[in-house]
């Protein structure tokens, strides 16, 4: 049973565009979602987070969305630069557990074309 | 400031044999994480820890053991090797439960 879901494994956008990745949960108690960038051969990195007190987070080029009625959030990256090109994993938390295990998603791969 | 550093980075085993796979973090931080990604899988979580001498199971331990006898060190062990435990193994460790996790490179484990 998957309580994180990202259904894109795969996406493609042009240099200097947006870049829209999609995360799904179904467990109604995450109160704690963060975002990870992955390259190759390297452990997965801290992106961006939000509290699900928030809608909206800004860092730079990389803002996430949170919208708890759907269950959904998203991650956008404005402009798109190669260097983006990684995989991302969505993650999230509970904090009714008092380990705040996160729970990740499979994982989008995003290639920015030049 | 070296972060997350795991050991060794690659590993062949045949079936029924163990293995250590080396943790350390010099960030003084608390919480420590063991997660393993399968092709195409997300990260599942195998073992936690929350403090020295605290250790508690993720969502997938069985074949799996840790230890938290210092909070530096993490080491995982694998008793008796399966084809299933093929996989990338991810160290993490994290100052606070509210914080974003840092991750070590990796350990990709091959069980033939």
């Known amino acids: 049973d998957q309580q994180v879901k990202q259904n894109s494994p795969s996406l493609s956008v042009q240099e200097g565009r947006i870049s829209i990745l999609n995360c799904d949960y179904t467990?109604?108690?995450?109160?704690?979602f963060l975002w990870y960038k992955k390259y190759p051969a390297e452990g997965p990195t801290f992106l961006i987070s939000?509290?699900?007190?928030?809608d909206k987070n800004e860092d730079g080029r990389f803002t996430v969305f949170l919208n708890k009625s759907a269950k959904h959030l998203s991650l956008h990256i404005v402009p798109s630069q190669p260097g983006d090109s990684a995989v991302y994993f969505c993650?999230?938390?509970?904090?009714?557990?008092?380990?705040?295990?996160?729970?990740f998603g499979s994982g989008t791969r995003l290639l920015v074309r030049p | 400031n070296a972060g997350v550093t795991q050991t060794p980075k690659f590993r062949i085993l045949k079936i029924g044999q163990s293995m250590t796979l080396q943790c350390t973090q010099d960030?003084?931080?608390?919480?420590m994480y063991w997660y393993r990604q399968d092709p195409g899988m997300g990260l599942k979580l195998i073992y936690y820890?929350?403090?020295?001498?605290?250790?508690d199971k993720g969502e997938v331990p069985n074949g799996y053991n840790v230890s938290r006898s210092t909070t530096e060190d993490f080491p995982l062990r694998l008793e008796l090797a399966a084809p299933s435990q093929t996989s990338v193994y991810f160290c993490?460790?994290?100052?606070?439960?509210?914080?974003?996790?840092?991750f070590g490179s990796g350990t990709r484990l091959t069980v033939v």
């Open positions: 993490a460790s994290s100052p606070s439960l509210n914080y974003g996790y840092t």
């Open positions: 467990n109604s108690m995450f109160d704690y």
């Open positions: 939000i509290s699900s007190i928030k």
């Open positions: 993650a999230a938390s509970a904090r009714v557990d008092s380990s705040y295990k996160l729970i």
């Open positions: 960030m003084n931080h608390n919480y």
């Open positions: 820890s929350v403090g020295a001498g605290i250790t």
